[in-house]
């Protein structure tokens, strides 16, 4: 069975840092694509970043890019997205998926930027 | 940054056929925006139902089906049982980015 797993959400304050993870299973996590997508509270999905299975193309959206970092490590089939200076827009599930075609998706991890 | 669109509500009759909509605000959706839908119920997390404009996941219920019409990116359901309602979501690709719409509730009344 395939399980990817987010972790690392909650509480920061405005311009502080999380580190989120995703722990995949049951797949090829090695040979695929990851992504994250993150939703804000009651409202639709946003596409934030991917990454290749080798690392070589990284991609971000605008409204992320310079200020998250995302990564991979094989060898413990985990995803990570390293956020700084969060912003009160960033307040957001954030999903990990993956796959050829993103066919596998976690349940998310809710992150928080509030004072 | 390119600007995805969807009917923000659609509603279908159980048994009935509905057509959902993507554009984009950069021109007629193509084969190389390679169009994804994705189904999200509420609570859920989101499961992608048609990649490619037309391809199915093994899980994905024949009676949805996607294309491209008339400029657009077209997520067709044929049939629709009561637990077809969700959001969806279409996105597109630009150039290593992707775009998601503001997705379309569709409600099966």
């Known amino acids: 069975e395939v399980q990817l797993v987010e972790s690392g959400g909650g509480l920061v304050q405005p311009g502080g840092s999380l580190r989120l993870s995703c722990a995949a299973s049951?797949?090829?996590?090695?040979?695929?694509?990851m992504y994250w997508v993150r939703q804000p509270p009651g409202k639709g999905l946003v596409w934030v970043s991917r990454i290749k299975a080798d690392e070589s193309s990284i991609t971000y959206a605008d409204s992320v890019r310079g200020r998250f970092t995302i990564s991979r490590d094989s060898a413990r089939n985990t995803l990570f997205l390293q956020m700084r200076n969060l912003r009160a827009e960033d307040t957001a599930v954030y999903y990990c998926?993956?796959?050829?075609?993103?066919?596998?998706w976690g349940q998310g991890t809710l992150v928080t930027v509030s004072s | 940054q390119a600007v995805v669109t969807q009917e923000p509500s659609l509603t279908v009759s159980p048994g009935g056929t509905v057509t959902l909509t993507c554009g984009s605000s950069t021109g007629a959706v193509t084969s190389g925006h390679y169009p994804y839908w994705l189904q999200q119920k509420p609570g859920q997390a989101p499961r992608t139902l048609i990649y490619?404009?037309?391809n199915k996941h093994s899980w994905t219920p024949a009676r949805f089906s996607g294309s491209l019409l008339g400029g657009k990116a077209v997520l067709t359901l044929s049939g629709a049982q009561p637990e077809d309602e969700a959001e969806y979501y279409c996105f597109l690709y630009y150039s290593g980015a992707r775009v998601f719409g503001g997705g379309t509730k569709l409600t099966v009344l």
């Open positions: 490619d404009i037309s």
């Open positions: 998926a993956g796959g050829s075609h993103y066919d596998y």
């Open positions: 049951g797949f090829s996590f090695s040979g695929h694509w």
